[in-house]
């Protein structure tokens, strides 16, 4: 027998469409139904034509189309020499137009930041012993005997302050020279004004001891109290430690005024409020990049952020973070956290690297599962190869993904590094499809030449997987107009990924089938095809498919029963209930720390900082860039004023408050907006080289040239203001704290640009429009599934329940993601738009199958558990199989991809098999038109013959023996088809002999 291909016609919808109807209703929703039929004859009937003709071109020639399809992945991997990965914060998660970029930039360009800050944190039961301190001071040994290539160590690499008590002090030992000693006490007795002993001498003269002081390196921690002096620190006892530090006020290596009470955390007053013991210290290293290095070409990119570091530099980081990882092991007496300037983009790199075994075991364990279900378990009919073969479709759809879009330039940001997951779990999908519809074929088409089995398995699977193929593109597609960089990024590879998952499946993977069948059919071995087994018949075990059983002959049957349908829905609506309290209590929140492996000690140091200290709000930075501060003086100091009063700041550190005191004291008026430009440029250098204004010379200015003690100042190039906000928890309260600033600045009208810049700025206008974004995006993924499972399905009626379910199915996951300790952030954010693609998988397939389907609703509803049941639990327990892996991730991308599939996967399987069925059994529309005719005709002809030249034209035919009828009455032949199936068609027994009438 043989079978003709499908006939196409092309239907153009037009007034006839609308007033078609079946006869009898002739309403609008008959109507709409009618031009749907007519317009989803022409769709379906296309696809069809076009998959069957392609199935035979491929089952032809399979090795032209598993070369092209090689050649093809070749060919778009060029594009990796263009592969670049993106791990800065700002270029990931924060719209390329927004003011934190456009800042950013200008600070790279106008304000490039010289230093690099390494912290270190102690934890005990309290610092403020002495072996603690001495545990301090090791630490900082081992850091300043740290050397690199060229020798260079910690003493090349700091920046240094000047040490005013003069050429008299000395590091590791209290000062007790007499200027330091006049000094000390002349500051005591001016707690908040530091005494200008610049005023004691000339200028000139000043300005000469000023070149010849002794600089010390930046290095801030409670051991500046005793000089980190060994000797000394080894004689403290628990009185004296207490005195000590109660009493200093500068500090013994550099003189300058100190508040070490800020560097203790958790700290312990007695009665009096006197500090007696505290539970964390902080310590702090500056160093200072090398600029002439990075011009000459010494340099490399700093990993996490956009600026050059000298190679020295970058090398000693390195260093740096293997020994204070080595030391934080060695303590005795207290708990060591460190970070280092480099620390957040060496560690997201190492966590990106860290990912590939996880896909690795993914693979593996999904590997695993596919070999169980696709073959059987005899020695011909097992799929090893294949389902290797197929696997590797997703490898080539990986390398067409990330090739094209390195082409184009596509950013990789780490989130992408889930992608192949993401991509293995919707590659098998499409992969066990058309492996059921290959198993689900009749009786008839079971009978003819391989060549064209191939083309009416591609026929009947092709839809199938374009419905899901299209939706899950649209959905990326829709993601990627998303103004969040890394969102966009993401959704741009997957939905390539997919289209190419797509064609793969459809033709390398049915091109390998088709071989593999022939193997079968030659009674080869399934895991070395070259060894024959002319003698071999399937044992008894192998013949039988539990799975396909367990959806026919139990899980259809009792959920289709009245008792049960009646608790399906009631637990649904129950669901529903429950999930979207749920839903109302999920926040919005995101943090960078976030993206980092919880075990590492990065995280970990976050975390402790985070506990000790956490009265420290953020920190921003008022930058002023081609602005005439003569001019302007009265406006900055009404802009000070303002923040000042803001309830959302604490402090403000500028440097005009200083310079206004500094001059009035000394008979000068400040503001004065006729002062000449020189006089200003002169007095702001005497400002910045005296000892009140030192600390905002590299700081807070930059200069058109050199600036010197003796000369007045260069022309500003760019100057800035500091200021710090309160504690604020939560994402809107902090939102409307950025939102004052940046009110209060545009309403002053500067001349030049003056803008607030803070690291915290970056998540807060991330938090600003992430919830905007999210909606959006869901709300457009949705729109656009809904159309295409309409035009796909063809019934109005079906592809709203389709929608329903994908509604639910996000209601119930949002509520879980709350009840998990997940929050709205960026990374939820591209998981729920990809929810939205995987879930829809689940229904479409139940949807579509409905609707092929003829008899009565609960007999359809029977058929179509029965016999896409089976294809859509594979594909969900698949995909979570892929994910699976992750959940031994300790990053918070990783973990929070694997809480949503699990619960995409969950609540999309109740979804699509257990509610949609029993929707459907309730209000199911009518079939397709075609599937009405097919009954009619099946019902006057179940036992069709074959043409015997069409049977012996099936490879191997020949060779087989006819056996007795099967279990549904038809006379079965042993054919090759026969081994690989029995009976796979679910529901023949209802579909063949039930005629419906129109």
């Known amino acids: 027998m043989k079978i003709s291909p499908p006939d196409y016609k092309v239907c153009m919808p037009c007034r006839s469409c609308l007033d078609k109807g079946n006869g009898t209703d002739k309403g609008p929703t008959s109507s709409i139904n009618s031009c749907l039929t007519s317009v989803s004859s022409s769709v379906i009937g296309f696809f069809e034509y076009v998959f069957y003709s392609y199935g035979v071109a491929i089952a032809k020639r399979p090795i032209v189309f598993i070369l092209l399809s090689l050649v093809l992945c070749g060919a778009c991997c060029i594009g990796l020499l263009n592969f670049k990965t993106e791990s800065r914060g700002y270029k990931l998660w924060i719209p390329e137009d927004s003011d934190y970029i ?198 490399s990119d700093d990993p996490g952020t956009e600026s050059k570091i000298d190679k020295t530099s970058s090398d000693w980081e390195k260093r740096l973070i293997v020994e204070l990882g080595e030391t934080s092991y060695r303590l005795d007496s207290s708990n060591f956290y460190y970070s280092v300037a480099s620390s957040f983009g060496l560690i997201s790199g190492e966590t990106i690297q860290g990912d590939v075994q996880m896909l690795g075991l993914g693979f593996v364990i999904v590997f695993i599962y596919v070999v169980i279900m696709l073959g059987r378990f005899n020695l011909v009919e097992q799929r090893p190869i294949l389902s290797l073969l197929g696997l590797s479709s997703v490898g080539l759809a990986i390398g067409v993904s990330y090739g094209l879009c390195s082409a184009f330039g596509i950013l990789y940001g780490p989130v992408n590094s889930v992608l192949p997951f993401l991509l293995l779990g919707l590659g098998i999908d499409d992969m066990f499809v058309i492996m059921q519809t290959w198993n689900n074929l009749e009786l008839e088409e079971e009978q003819v030449p391989l060549v064209e089995r191939v083309g009416l398995t591609l026929k009947h699977a092709g839809v199938a997987i374009t419905v899901t193929s299209v939706t899950d593109f649209t959905a990326f597609a829709i993601g990627s107009t998303t103004v969040l960089p890394a969102l966009r990024s993401f959704c741009l590879y997957a939905a390539i990924g997919i289209a190419a998952i797509y064609f793969f499946q459809s033709t390398y993977f049915v091109a390998w089938l088709t071989y593999d069948q022939r193997r079968l059919e030659s009674k080869r071995q399934g895991c070395f095809w070259c060894l024959k087994l002319d003698n071999w018949t399937p044992n008894e075990c192998s013949k039988k498919d539990l799975l396909q059983n367990f959806f026919e002959n139990y899980y259809a049957r009792i959920l289709l029963k009245l008792p049960t349908k009646i608790l399906v829905i009631l637990f649904t609506v129950a669901l529903l209930g429950v999930t979207s309290w749920g839903v109302s209590n999920l926040r919005q929140d995101f943090d960078p720390i976030w993206f980092l492996p919880q075990r590492s000690y990065l995280y970990q140091f976050f975390t402790k900082q985070r506990s000790y200290y956490p009265s420290s709000g953020q920190e921003g930075i008022i930058y002023f860039g081609q602005v005439d501060l003569v001019r302007e003086m009265p406006r900055i100091e009404e802009l000070v004023s303002r923040l000042k009063e803001s309830n959302s700041i604490s402090e403000v550190s500028d440097w005009y408050s200083d310079f206004k005191s500094y001059w009035v004291d000394k008979g000068v008026s400040i503001p004065d907006p006729n002062m000449a430009k020189n006089d200003f440029q002169d007095r702001l250098s005497q400002f910045l080289f005296a000892p009140v204004g030192s600390k905002y010379r590299r700081r807070n200015f930059r200069f058109l040239g050199n600036l010197t003690c003796k000369d007045p100042a260069p022309p500003v190039r760019a100057s800035s203001i500091g200021y710090k906000h309160i504690l604020l928890v939560g994402s809107k309260p902090e939102i409307a704290a950025m939102s004052e600033v940046k009110r209060i600045i545009a309403s002053m009208n500067f001349s030049g640009l003056v803008a607030p810049w803070a690291r915290s700025y970056s998540e807060w206008e991330t938090n600003e429009i992430i919830e905007e974004e999210l909606y959006r995006n869901m709300g457009l993924a949705l729109l656009v599934v809904f159309l295409m499972t309409l035009l796909l399905i063809a019934s109005l009626s079906t592809s709203l329940m389709v929608l329903l379910c994908v509604v639910l199915t996000l209601v119930d996951v949002c509520a879980l993601m709350n009840w998990w300790g997940l929050t709205i952030d960026t990374v939820s954010c591209i998981d729920l738009v990809l929810a939205i693609g995987l879930c829809v998988d689940y229904a479409v397939h139940v949807g579509h199958t409905f609707m092929t389907e003829s008899g009565t609703r609960n007999q359809r509803a029977r058929q179509t558990v029965a016999k896409i049941g089976p294809a859509v639990l594979n594909g969900g327990i698949s995909t979570f199989l892929a994910f699976a892996p992750l959940a031994a991730s300790d990053s918070h991308v990783f973990l929070t991809f694997f809480k949503i599939f699990f619960a995409v996967c969950m609540f999309g399987l109740y979804n699509g098999l257990v509610f949609l069925p029993v929707l459907l059994s309730f209000v199911g529309p009518a079939p397709y038109e075609t599937s009405v005719i097919s009954s009619k005709v099946s019902s006057t002809d179940t036992t069709p013959q074959k043409k015997s030249s069409d049977w012996n034209s099936a490879p191997g035919m020949e060779k087989m023996k006819t056996h007795s009828a099967g279990k549904n009455g038809h006379s079965n032949h042993n054919s090759a088809r026969d081994l690989t199936i029995e009976d796979v068609t679910p529901g023949r027994d209802q579909t063949m002999n039930t005629t419906v009438s129109s």
Request: charged fraction near 30%.
């Open 102 to 299: 456009k800042i950013q930039e200008w600070q790279t360009e106008e304000f490039p930041s010289d230093s690099r800050v390494h912290l270190g944190l102690y934890e005990a039961e309290n610092v403020l012993k002495k072996e603690v301190l001495l545990n301090m001071l090791d630490v900082h040994e081992k850091v300043a005997n740290i050397t690199v290539e060229g020798g260079k160590s910690w003493e090349d690499l700091c920046a240094r302050l000047p040490v005013v008590g003069g050429p008299f002090g000395r590091r590791k030992k209290r000062s007790s020279s007499k200027f330091g000693d006049e000094f000390r006490e002349r500051a005591k007795r001016q707690t908040d004004v530091v005494f200008d002993w610049s005023s004691l001498v000339s200028r000139d003269d000043y300005c000469d001891l000023q070149e010849t002081l002794r600089t010390e390196c930046i290095e801030n921690s409670l051991l500046e109290v005793w000089g980190y002096d060994r000797d000394y620190l080894e004689s403290l006892t628990p009185e004296t430690i207490i005195r000590d530090l109660s009493q200093a006020e500068t500090s013994s290596v550099t003189g300058l005024p100190a508040n070490f009470t800020k560097y203790l955390g958790g700290i312990t007053r007695n009665a009096e409020g006197k500090i007696i013991g505290a539970r964390a210290a902080t310590h702090t290293w500056i160093a200072e990049v090398d600029r002439t290095a990075i011009d000459n070409g010494e340099s």
